[in-house]
């Protein structure tokens, strides 16, 4: 199992992305051999929030050797990914 801090690549900040920030719906690039369950972890660890749900989508058309994992928080938990 690949450590945390090379599971996840980067967030991905996209208007969708932004949008779904507002539902405590967050995307990261992963790679792509990543479960959801490895994803929860790393998750959890590096940004220190409890994770409710994992969704996995194979992006095949961009970013070749990536997933995308769309990360749901519990309510009231938030992750500032976005560049300051």
């Known amino acids: ?8 690549k980067k967030p991905l900040i ?9 539902l405590n719906k967050y995307i990261f690039l992963v790679q792509p051999g ?3 369950t490895q994803v929860k972890k790393a998750v959890e660890s590096i940004y ?4 409710t749900q994992v969704n996995i989508v194979r ?8 997933k995308k994992a769309i990360v749901t928080l519990h ?4 992750i500032d990914i976005v560049p300051h």
Do not use: C, F
Request: net charge neutral; hydrophobic share 30%.
């Open 14 to 22: 996209s208007e969708k992305g932004t949008e779904l920030a507002g």
């Open 59 to 66: 992006n095949r058309q961009k970013e070749e050797g990536y």
């Open 48 to 51: 220190k929030v409890n994770v």
């Open 34 to 36: 990543a479960n959801k």
């Open 75 to 78: 309510s009231g938990q938030a």
């Open 1 to 8: 199992m690949p450590a945390d801090n090379n599971l996840i």
